[in-house]
């Protein structure tokens, strides 16, 4: 006989496998709750009537893997799901070791035995939510066109400022882990692939110990070609999110706001614009906040919250596409008009999950931005992309993760299968 999921369990005979949940082992019953990635369902032992199968549940432990066979009834007594399977048969996969951590275990801990913390609950649902997330971009994506790459991580310089990446010796030279696959997708562009995307790791040698910061984490970037303007990477993007919000909602929604007290929202298009200058000028007059004029040039980090709450406010949304950037504070390759970078950061519940533009395709001005910020030489290569033709283009990275920490209010080392920090490299 076959296994099935506990979800499809109806009444009839039937064979399941999963974790011991809960073992309650009377004198002359156990009741065993047994979990699968599906859901639960109770197992009920007569002892005096299945003596071996009774034997071997003293043996069992709280999260040992069992098989059992036997006959699935509806019973109004059972409150997990109206159905028990009352076995014949109960296999012995494995013997689980008493747990070394328990519920509200200090996050630490908890990454420490990774693989028994994602048993719960609640980190199940997350890693089913990232997966709805992805996948539902993924199609939006596909139906609009777009070519899935996948692009080298091991780069021979660094993919855009020359900081924060981590060097590893590559035979007789220096190489680098990729901060993005920024370089990769605009060659696409100059190959005539129009639009393209890719899912893939993505690092950063940041020494950051902040809720947010990971050294690597999984990006979910874009690129296309034959823009008009920003205005349409905006557009694109927007529209993107609010579908894939929705089917997170009607995936998990109810699931999300039970375990995580947090409502699923799906956002009304267009979102609302605001120039960096607008934002300065609406948080000093409705919450006394200002910005010393050194950092007028790019959003702070106690501006970037504030934006939550003004959002609200002022819009009633969730979402708010920042523009007018200054040029000292955007990398090389994004196209300026009038001396203004032609791109924009987006800001999710007050923490900012994207940073997007239009890019400089033209190879003479790009050649100038770089030099201009010192970087000619260090990108010789990626410049030659542009000296033989490329059409105008656009895009924008989202981080999975960061994505996940947000929908969830959680923190990134919570909302990642495996969290990398300038501490952590196990397991």
Not at 28 to 54: H, N, Y
Not at 145 to 154: L, V
Not at 393 to 408: I, Y
Request: net charge negative; aromatic share 10%; charged share 25%.
């Amino acid at each position: 006989m076959n296994r099935i999921y506990i979800k499809d369990v109806k009444p009839g005979r039937v064979r399941i496998s999963g974790f011991c949940e809960n073992i309650r082992n009377k004198k002359s019953m156990a009741f065993l709750v047994i979990r699968d990635v599906t859901g639960k369902i109770q197992v009920t032992v007569e002892k005096a009537k299945l003596p071996e199968i009774a034997a071997l549940c003293d043996e069992l432990t709280l999260d040992s893997v069992v098989t059992v066979e036997g006959e699935a009834i509806a019973s109004e007594y059972v409150k997990l799901g109206g159905i028990e399977i009352l076995p014949d048969s109960l296999r012995i996969e494995s013997i689980a070791a008493a747990l070394p951590i328990q519920d509200g275990a200090a996050i630490d801990s908890r990454l420490d035995y990774r693989w028994i913390d994602l048993r719960s609950e609640k980190n199940l649902l997350m890693m089913k939510a990232q997966t709805v997330m992805v996948g539902a971009m993924r199609n939006f994506l596909l139906a609009n066109g777009f070519i899935e790459i996948h692009t080298p991580k091991i780069i021979g310089a660094a993919s855009e400022s020359g900081s924060e990446v981590f060097k590893l010796n590559y035979f007789d030279r220096d190489a680098y882990l990729a901060q993005s696959p920024q370089f990769y997708k605009q060659m696409a562009m100059a190959s005539g692939l129009e639009r393209i995307f890719e899912v893939g790791p993505v690092f950063r040698a940041e020494k950051s110990y902040t809720s947010k910061h990971t050294t690597e984490f999984t990006g979910f970037d874009l690129e296309m070609s034959y823009i008009e303007s920003f205005e349409d990477v905006m557009a694109f993007e927007e529209a993107l999110l609010a579908d894939m919000l929705a089917k997170v909602k009607e995936a998990y929604g109810e699931e999300i706001e039970r375990l995580f007290g947090i409502p699923v929202v799906v956002p009304t298009l267009p979102f609302p614009r605001m120039s960096l200058k607008e934002i300065y000028a609406e948080l000093a007059e409705r919450y006394g906040y200002t910005c010393p004029e050194s950092e007028q040039g790019d959003l702070t980090t106690e501006a970037e919250k504030l934006t939550k709450r003004l959002c609200a406010d002022k819009f009633g949304h969730e979402f708010l596409f920042v523009t007018d950037f200054s040029a000292e504070k955007r990398a090389f390759y994004h196209m300026r008009k009038d001396g203004v970078p032609q791109g924009y950061d987006l800001i999710w519940r007050g923490v900012e999950i994207t940073t997007g533009a239009q890019r400089e395709h033209r190879y003479e001005v790009l050649k100038a931005q770089a030099a201009e910020k010192g970087l000619d030489k260090d990108v010789e290569f990626y410049t030659e992309f542009f000296h033989y033709g490329c059409p105008p283009h656009g895009g924008f990275g989202l981080g999975v993760d960061r994505m996940t920490m947000l929908l969830l209010g959680l923190t990134i080392k919570e909302s990642m299968f495996i969290f990398r920090g300038p501490d952590r490299l196990n397991p």
